[in-house]
Structure formats: structure tokens, C-alpha cells
């Protein structure tokens, strides 16, 4: 056989329909179809371009693909911050980058010495009062990005104030960065990318009137400008946010008749990091630093594992700052201009958030803008971050750590962060603190019937922080764990042999007279265990 002229016939889309519909045993392809919480559907398959003009927002990649590392400093004195900014410049990192928390404990000398640490120090500093810092960048010579969240402004009616401090910074040093506009505040309240991105623009838009105010043309405050984003664990949607921005802010800048590149920061979310079983927060700020890289990003900061501590832990900070170092030293991804590019998923993924996007900014705008409508607008991430509730409390979001594949051991914290398992760090926070009923699986059948659902019981328990035992018959509360067949035999002897005061659930949908409940995929598990442990029925902690 002549190996060079073996010709492999053409598939077609229809082809390839058929052979799905086969292995779905009649059910539609339509049906592995995804819709996201941005309301976009996800295709199993794409084989072509989106049908786009020139102006299509692949168009829009960096010219330089580098990228910094911008980690964190951690520490609660400034004299702790400085010595760690030193250790961290020595270990990879090539910004020195602090939130608006930690730069609060700074002076106008404490500020000094920070950027005394390095001649034409790389800083990436949020701040919540930028006096000590102006003070500080007398005579210095640093350079990156020095200002408040604006974002932060609209709720704290600081915005005038912001600006004097821009103007200030601006005198000494024009070429830092001191707009920063981010939406991590949002994205950490649970919004959609489209609603992160609508954000940026509209935060964009109030600035520009602002500056407008004080007598700066729209060439001056671009020129300040910096865009930040929390990157989400949805690897091609945060891929596709970044791309999208920058197609989105090409056109809004063209809407003023100027062009303008802005630089991006990026840092793996604090939302999706859970405090359960900690060490798998690494895989995911592992995977939004990478979709950082892929989208884009001009400085990338990656959580550590432990971030929800006061202070993370050496060996934490160590292993977040090694996912940035891996990324760049070893993959050589700054050396790959728009590596996202030309894959038909993320070219559709991004057409349809940017055009999403425009399409709530355009609402924004029409209501008067942001200040106008933050309320509203903050009222519609509540509405996204409920829904994103209800799919983590009935596991149709798995949580690895949290609520699937969890360990029984818990951290229970003083102060529970607002993260995506929130839910459940109440309910664990209520199992330990509460006193909580004794539960029992019951198995009845063969191995073969009652196994599947013993080990599923097992695990919604063990995401509580409850290890029950195996009959127990003086048990509060009885679980029946086996197939519907083995029910019709075993249960009702079960359920008339029940002490008084012991109440009777089964695993599976199987109904009967006498049980106090069932437990089975996709029902609200928080309710359910609140229901069994404490005899309350539970309630969304972000609906109650």
C-alpha cells in the first residue's frame, strides 16, 4: 500500500450531525448546546469565521505580546510590605504592585523608600488616598501605574477628589498611568463579562466627562488611562473578554474621533478562589493566568492559594508567583502575538460579548451614564450572581473542594469571604457551630444497588463537613440508600420500623408513604442539608 497517495474521504457538517445524533441515541445535536450567564449559546462545534467586516475585533491584537509580572505584596505593617516588594523584585516579579488595601498603611516616607528600592522602579499601586504617594514621587524616578479605582468612586462620592489627585500626579510625573478603571470590584459580586466589559466603557465615559470639567481635552486623560480585569475561571470567555475589550475600546475611542491603546492589568479572581480544600485555588489561578496571557494582558497577578488568610503563607505567595514565571520562562508565551486567534469558538465567543457589551454600555449611556444608574446596575449583577448561586447550591456548578469531591475536614473562618461557595462556607460555618442531627445511611439491596447512591449521599454530606455513619439505628435522621427495585422490597419495612422522633429519606426520586423527604441530583442540596441537619428549610443567602 502506497502510504503518500492514501486519499481520506470529505466530511461535511452533516456528516458529522449524523454521527453525533447516533451517539445520542436520537437526541438532538442542539442538545449539547451551553448557554452561558451572559446569555450567549455555546455550540458543541465550529467550522468557520463569524461573518465580519474588516473592523472584526481579531483585527485589534498587541503589536508586543510581552507581559508583566505584577505580584501582589502581602503584609500588614509598610515596613513588612517594603521588605517583601525587595524579596519579591529579587524572586521574578517585575512590578511592584499593592491594593488599595495594604498602600493604605503608607506614609509620605514609608511611600519614599518603596520606590528608593529600585532606580526606574516599576510600580502598580491602587490607592484610597493618594496624598502620601504624591508626596513621595518627588525627585523619584518610577514609572507604571499610580491611582484610585474609579470604579470605586460612584459609591463613595470621591470622585472630584480623584481628580485633583490626577492633576497633582500629572505636574510631576505625566507619564504614569492614575486612572485606573477596573472592574474586578464587580466581577467579585458575581457580573457577566458583558457586564464588566459595559463597565469599563461606562467608567470610561464618566472620566472623559469629568476631565472635560476640568479643563482636559480627550488627549490628556487617555493618556492616563489603565484598564484592570479579575479574571474568572470560564478559560475561552475570559480569553474572549480581553480580545473583545480591546476591539470595544478601538471603537469607543473612535466614537470621539481619536485613537488610543490602553494598557490591561489582570489578576487571577478572588471570587472563584474557595476556602475549602485551599491547594486546588492553584489550578485555578493557574488556568486564569493563562487565559490572561492568551487574552492579552499587559501585567498579570495570580491569587495565592491561602489568599483568604490575613496574611497568605510564604509557600502560598512562593507557588503563585512560579504559575507567572512557568508562563513566561518555560512556555514562552510573550513571545505568541494573539495565540487565541483563528480558533472559530473564540473568534465567535468574542464577536458576540463585544456586541453584547456595546449593546449595555449604549444603555448606560442613554440613561445618563453610571452615576445615574449605579444602583440599577448593581441591582443587575444581583440578579446574575443569584442565578450563579443556584447552580453552585445544586451542584449543577461543581466546586471541586467545596461541593464535589470534597474533603469532611473544614476550615470554618472567623470572617467568610464573598466568593462563588459562599453558600456553603455558611452552611459548614452552621455545622460547626450549631449543634446538628445525627444521620445514618441505611443500604439495602446487593452491593450493586445501593453503592451508586451511597457514595453520592456521601459526598453531599462530606461538602457539609458531615461524615454519617452506617447503620446507626438510633440515629436522628435515616437515609435509605439503594435502586427503586430494592425500595419496593426493603422500604416500607424501614420506614415502619422508625423510632419516634427519627425522620426517613431516601436517595433517588422513589416516593413513598411515610418518608420525610428525598435527596437526588440537581434539588437545592443547601436546603436539603439545612432541612436534615437543623429541620429548617434553607434559603439563598443571596436571595434571603
Not at 448546546?33 to 481579531?58: A, C, F, Q, V, W
Not at 524579596?87 to 511592584?96: A, D, I, N, W
Request: charged share 25%; proline share 3%; aromatic share 10%.
Amino acid at each position: 500500500m502506497n502510504h503518500n497517495k492514501t486519499v481520506f474521504p470529505a466530511a461535511s457538517y452533516e456528516d458529522w450531525i449524523d454521527q453525533v445524533e447516533k451517539v445520542l441515541k436520537g437526541k438532538p445535536v442542539d442538545s449539547l448546546n451551553k448557554m452561558t450567564p451572559e446569555g450567549i449559546t455555546l455550540r458543541p462545534l465550529y467550522t468557520d469565521r463569524p461573518e465580519t467586516d474588516d473592523s472584526h475585533i481579531s483585527r485589534y491584537w498587541k503589536s508586543n505580546p510581552d507581559w508583566l509580572i505584577a505580584q501582589q505584596v502581602f503584609g500588614l505593617q509598610s515596613s513588612e510590605l517594603i521588605t517583601a516588594a525587595k524579596e519579591e523584585l529579587t524572586r521574578g516579579s517585575e512590578v511592584v504592585a499593592l491594593d488599595s488595601e495594604t498602600s493604605g498603611c503608607f506614609n509620605a516616607q514609608d511611600a519614599a523608600s518603596l520606590f528608593g528600592l529600585k532606580e526606574d522602579l516599576h510600580i502598580y499601586i491602587k490607592h484610597q488616598d493618594g496624598h502620601p504617594w504624591i508626596q513621595a514621587l518627588n525627585e523619584r524616578k518610577v514609572r507604571g501605574i499610580l491611582g484610585r479605582d474609579w470604579g470605586t468612586q460612584f459609591q463613595n462620592q470621591t470622585i472630584d477628589k480623584a481628580f485633583d489627585e490626577i492633576k497633582e500626579i500629572d505636574q510631576t510625573h505625566p507619564e504614569l498611568k492614575s486612572v485606573i478603571l477596573s472592574s474586578a470590584s464587580i466581577h467579585q459580586k458575581g457580573a457577566s463579562v458583558i457586564q464588566e466589559l459595559a463597565y469599563i466603557l461606562a467608567q470610561a465615559s464618566s472620566v472623559i466627562r469629568k476631565a472635560d470639567q476640568h479643563g482636559w481635552n480627550i488627549d490628556k486623560i487617555c493618556s492616563k488611562i489603565h484598564v484592570e480585569f479579575a479574571i474568572g475561571s470560564d478559560f475561552f470567555t475570559e480569553i474572549s473578554k480581553l480580545r473583545a475589550f480591546r476591539a470595544l475600546w478601538h471603537h469607543f475611542m473612535s466614537q470621539y474621533g481619536v485613537s488610543y491603546t490602553v494598557t490591561t492589568g489582570a489578576e487571577t479572581a478572588q471570587f472563584t478562589k474557595l476556602t475549602q480544600d485551599e491547594h486546588t485555588n492553584m489550578l485555578r489561578s493557574g488556568n486564569e493566568a493563562f487565559a490572561a496571557v492568551l487574552g492579552g494582558a499587559d501585567y498579570i497577578s495570580a491569587k495565592p492559594y491561602d489568599w483568604f488568610n490575613q496574611k497568605p503563607s510564604q509557600q502560598a505567595i512562593r507557588a503563585a508567583r512560579n504559575i507567572l514565571l512557568i508562563l513566561k520562562e518555560e512556555m514562552f508565551l510573550q513571545n505568541q502575538i494573539d495565540p487565541a486567534g483563528g480558533s472559530y469558538y473564540v473568534e465567535h465567543l468574542t464577536k458576540e460579548i463585544a456586541e453584547k457589551a456595546w449593546e449595555q454600555f449604549c444603555e448606560i449611556e442613554e440613561k445618563n451614564g453610571l452615576e445615574d444608574v449605579y444602583s440599577e446596575f448593581l441591582h443587575e449583577i444581583k440578579t446574575v450572581r443569584d442565578k450563579r448561586d443556584r447552580d453552585v447550591r445544586t451542584r449543577k456548578q461543581s466546586l471541586v473542594g467545596m461541593n464535589k469531591y470534597a474533603p469532611a475536614e473544614k476550615n470554618v473562618l472567623e470572617q467568610i469571604p464573598e466568593t462563588a461557595g459562599y453558600s456553603w462556607d455558611m452552611l459548614i460555618q452552621k455545622v460547626k457551630t450549631m449543634r446538628a442531627a445525627d444521620v445514618t445511611l441505611y443500604p439495602v439491596g446487593e452491593l450493586k444497588d445501593y453503592k451508586p447512591r451511597t457514595d453520592f449521599v456521601k459526598g453531599v454530606f462530606a461538602a457539609a463537613g458531615v461524615v454519617p455513619v452506617i447503620k446507626n439505628n438510633n440515629a436522628q435522621v435515616i437515609i435509605v440508600c439503594g435502586s427503586d427495585e430494592a425500595y419496593v422490597e426493603y422500604l416500607s419495612d424501614v420506614i415502619q420500623s422508625k423510632k419516634p422522633g427519627q425522620k426517613v429519606f431516601a436517595a433517588g426520586k422513589f416516593q413513598a408513604e411515610g418518608l420525610d423527604g428525598v435527596i437526588y441530583s440537581g434539588m437545592d442540596m443547601i436546603a436539603f442539608l439545612e432541612e436534615v441537619l437543623f429541620g429548617q428549610k434553607g434559603v439563598s443567602h443571596h436571595e434571603a
